[in-house]
T-cell receptor, first 111, second 112 residues
Framework: KAGVTQTPRYLIKTRGQQVTLSCSPI?????VSWYQQTPGQGLQFLFE???????NKGNFPGRFSGRQFSNSRSEMNVSTLELGDSALYLCASSLWGAEQFFGPGTRLTVL | GIQVEQSPPDLILQEGANSTLRCNFS?????LQWFHQNPWGQLINLFY???GTKQNGRLSATTVATERYSLLYISSSQTTDSGVYFCAVPVNYGGATNKLIFGTGTLLAVQP
């Protein structure tokens, strides 16, 4: 069974731009969660989706948004990029309330 | 909210040595996961262990939910074991939840 995939793997953007990251969960998994990892803040929860509905949201500004499609694939968008948004963005998929499996991540650099 | 602490923060071992990593959590949990983050950043699942003991090759884990801690044992360490080890627990919203709270990690370096 294929694992969680994320695209793109690397991104370089400049301040003020926006970016969209994509995550395809393991087949049959309907839950997708997103996390941001930075050296200073560690791994922090962004939001989670289940059956196209946002179930939980972390403490991030409104510039961070996401959505989930009917095939369970999810996207997250960051608008008006800031230098501090440079991070590794990880997505995880699971059956609801069960073990979570992570993708390889998207490394975003904001210049 | 729930706090998750890991110790030690850093660990240097010689190849072949054994080690124990600890994860303490401040509230009751209904499951716990251990991950190894590889040099490329991916989180690799090691154990999904709400309670009891599990073993997978040279690695084993024990969670004592009533005392709010979990231990990860690495025996006969190899250089490929190097990396950061995280434990993570779900936030208790009174039902199933997928929001994980991660510990700060243990950085392990295994020297040849």
């Amino acid at each position: 069974k294929a694992g969680v995939t994320q695209t793109p793997r690397y991104l370089i953007k400049t301040r003020g731009q926006q970016v969209t990251l994509s995550c395809s969960p393991i087949s049959g998994h309907r839950s997708v969660s997103w996390y941001q990892q930075t050296p200073g803040q560690g791994l922090q929860f962004l939001f989670e989706y289940f059956s196209e509905t946002q179930r939980n949201k972390g403490n991030f500004p409104g510039r961070f948004s996401g959505r989930q499609f009917s095939n369970s694939r999810s996207e997250m968008n960051v608008s008006t990029l800031e230098l501090g948004d440079s991070a590794l963005y990880l997505c995880a998929s699971s059956l609801w309330g069960a073990e979570q499996f992570f993708g390889p991540g998207t490394r975003l650099t904001v210049l | 909210g729930i706090q998750v602490e890991q110790s030690p923060p850093d660990l240097i071992l010689q190849e072949g040595a054994n080690s124990t990593l600890r994860c303490n959590f401040s509230d009751s949990v209904n499951n716990l996961q251990w991950f190894h983050q590889n040099p490329w950043g991916q989180l690799i699942n090691l154990f999904y262990i709400p309670s009891g003991t599990k073993q997978n090759g040279r690695l084993s884990a024990t969670t004592v939910a009533t005392e709010r801690y979990s231990l990860l044992y690495i025996s006969s360490s190899q250089t490929t074991d190097s990396g950061v080890y995280f434990c993570a627990v779900p936030v208790n919203y009174g039902g199933a939840t997928n929001k994980l709270i991660f510990g700060t990690g243990t950085l392990l370096a295994v020297q040849p």
